[in-house]
């Protein structure tokens, strides 16, 4: 199996090391056709990352992509948001009028964030930050956690649900199964490695899409999905059982 498409990259206009050029070749040396620039939402923020300075940079973003896809014809190239969870009502940090002028929309549950009420602060950082890792009140947590998710979903069109699981417990058959229900891919990543075959073989049960990003925080990680790959066909999945068919057989 092979990639074909690259959603999760990201560049200096976040918290990555390269340009949105810089990507882009280095997804055409890997032989991808697309590839997605999905840098971080505006309250991503801690000591050593930080997202787009507001949400409006995604459409200037945009527009140069517009203009790359025109230099680059031999690769099609989306503007894209890795928005963050900000509060339990299910918001995140990108108006709904950006997101329209967006290719794609990924969504990832990060706790290095400005949320957006004190309320959220508790019930999103604490909880997770401090409270799951000490193990007291993990059940409650983990289905706070996957019913957010779900009213993330509900409130806008998602495409891609990042690296679910990772640094936050979730209901795996719940979310799953609410994704595929929405046609809503879950991410494996390639970058955090924290994904384990259970996982996937119960989210795979449920019938959901899955998507391979590499997170790429440099323009050398574009499109190296390895252990993601391997993973994938260690475990059996079709290749289209990959969002859009992201990978094919070789």
């Known amino acids: 199996m092979r990639l074909t498409a690259d959603y999760h990259t990201h560049t200096l206009y976040s918290h990555g090391e390269g340009r949105i050029k810089d990507n882009i070749e280095a997804a055409i040396g890997q032989g991808l056709s697309e590839i997605a620039i999905a840098d971080h939402g505006p309250k991503s923020q801690s000591i050593r990352r930080f997202g787009v300075k507001k949400a409006e940079t995604l459409l200037e973003i945009k527009k140069k992509i517009d203009e790359y896809n025109e230099y680059y014809p031999e690769i099609n190239i989306l503007a894209a948001v890795e928005a963050n969870i900000i509060n339990l009502d299910g918001e995140i940090d990108v108006p709904v009028e950006v997101l329209k002028q967006l290719d794609k929309v990924l969504v990832g549950f990060h706790l290095f964030i400005r949320p957006g009420d004190w309320k959220s602060l508790w019930g999103i950082i604490v909880n ?30 998602v495409d891609i649900i990042t690296h679910p699981g990772y640094q936050v417990d979730i209901d795996t058959k719940v979310l799953a199964t609410e994704a595929a229900k929405r046609n809503v891919a879950l991410e494996i990543n390639a970058k955090h490695g924290f994904l384990t075959e259970e996982f996937l073989k119960v989210a795979a049960q449920e019938g959901v899409k899955f998507s391979l990003g590499s997170d790429a925080h440099t323009p050398q990680q574009v499109g190296e999905v390895t252990p993601a790959l391997e993973l994938v066909q260690r475990l059996g999945i079709p290749p289209c059982s990959s969002y859009k068919c992201s990978i094919i057989s070789k």
């Open 128 to 157: 997770n930050a401090i409270i799951g890792k000490l193990r007291f009140n993990n059940d409650k947590i983990r289905k706070m956690n996957t019913e957010l998710m779900i009213k993330v979903m509900d409130n806008y069109e």
